[in-house]
């Protein structure tokens, strides 16, 4: 007789959505800080997620981030004014480090 698989408990499925939830606000918020502002559609082409997975994304970095605001009207995720030049600076640092990293790889023969 086969074994059977054992199921996954609620709690188990409650965590893989927290999970991928997760993950989508973490991507979302990356695409965000890179081009300041990016609508709802970009991002559902960009991602591939869904609308509903985005709006659940969104909850959860409101409840996070507080540099990251909504434009309702027409569906734009956007920086905060006060926060733009901040964000800025620090994704161009980030930008440079990983080319610098990447540099280095190469040197050491690394692929990345």
């Known amino acids: ?12 499925k409650m965590q893989e959505r ?11 918020v990356k695409i965000v800080r890179k081009e300041q502002s990016i609508t709802i559609g970009e991002l559902i082409v960009r991602t591939g997620y869904s609308a509903y997975l985005i709006g659940q994304a969104w909850n959860y970095i409101q409840s996070t981030v507080d ?13 905060k004014k006060k926060y733009r030049d901040i964000i800025k600076k620090e994704v161009e640092e980030e930008e440079k480090a990983e080319k610098e990293a990447e540099k280095m790889a190469k040197e050491l023969g690394i692929e990345i």
């Not at 059977?4 to 188990?12: H, I, L």
């Not at 927290?18 to 979302?28: C, F, T, V, Y």
């Not at 434009?71 to 734009?76: I, K, R, S, V």
């Open 1 to 12: 007789m086969p074994k059977k698989t054992p199921r996954k408990t609620e709690a188990q």
């Open 67 to 79: 540099y990251i605001d909504m434009d309702a009207t027409n569906g734009t995720l956007f920086i």
């Open 18 to 28: 927290q999970d991928k939830i997760i993950k989508a606000a973490n991507e979302i």
